[in-house]
T-cell receptor, first 110, second 114 residues
Framework: GQQLNQSPQSMFIQEGEDVSMNCTSS?????WLWYKQDPGEGPVLLIA?????ELTSNGRLTAQFGITRKDSFLNISASIPSDVGIYFC??????????FGEGTQLTVNP | DTEVTQTPKHLVMGMTNKKSLKCEQH?????MYWYKQKAKKPPELMFV???????INESVPSRFSPECPNSSLLNLHLHALQPEDSALYLC?????????????FGPGTRLTVL
């Protein structure tokens, strides 16, 4: 089946630093999604990417849909304590299940 | 509005109990999903309803029984669960068919089976 390799698995950063995480796959996806999940809560959609090469921002977050359609990255600029959580990438292909990466656990030290 | 609601927030049940989880969305979405999530792992798909019909059952044990009473509601009936079924149960919805549209998740139900 389809698999996503998400890295890094965890990150420990200082408040104010920038963060970058990415997902790669051997399969092509039509849509890339980035979710953030707080403990005990459901994943919240941060950014949705629908077109190869697309670069989209949402406040301090920027994500890109790789030109090969097999990868995506998420950047967070000027991190703040409330950025703490698990970030999941997910790939979507018509007629197929949502494929999740294993998640990146982000810790921000004040 | 991209809100999916779930009740209850927390549920503790014994192995002989029968309980139900409820999910609701008012976005006009035609596909609804149940996922199971263990700590620090991605969600795992359990069931998919498309246009109120069960389209996917990911070989889920029969002690989990989904129901879609109408296009806005999704239930998950629980009976004779095992302690290993303890997890966060997530409902999600999307506008169209599986794989076609972005999925929006509810806040989840934290289930503990004693």
């Amino acid at each position: 089946g389809q698999q996503l390799n998400q890295s890094p698995q965890s990150m420990f950063i200082q408040e104010g630093e920038d963060v970058s995480m990415n997902c790669t796959s051997s399969s092509i996806f039509n849509t890339w999604l980035w979710y953030k999940q707080d403990p005990g809560e459901g994943p919240v959609l941060l950014i949705a990417l629908y077109k190869a090469g697309e670069l989209t921002s949402n406040g301090r977050l920027t994500a890109q849909f790789g030109i090969t359609r097999k990868d995506s990255f998420l950047n967070i600029s000027a991190s703040i304590p409330s950025d703490v959580g698990i970030y999941f990438c997910a790939g979507l292909t018509s007629g197929s299940r949502l494929t999740f990466g294993e998640g990146t656990q982000l810790t921000v030290n004040p | 509005d991209t809100e999916v609601t779930q009740t209850p927030k927390h549920l503790v049940m014994g192995m002989t109990n029968k309980k139900s989880l409820k999910c609701e969305q008012h976005m006009g979405h035609r596909a609804m999903y149940w996922y199971k999530q263990k700590a620090k792992k991605p969600p795992e798909l359990m069931f998919v309803y498309s246009y109120e019909k069960l389209s996917i059952n990911e070989s889920v044990p029969s002690r989990f029984s989904p129901e879609c009473p109408n296009s806005s509601l999704l239930n998950l009936h629980l009976h004779a669960l095992q302690p290993e079924d303890s997890a966060l149960y997530l409902c999600a919805s999307s506008q169209g068919d599986l794989g076609a549209d972005t999925q929006y998740f509810g806040p989840g139900t934290r289930l503990t089976v004693l």
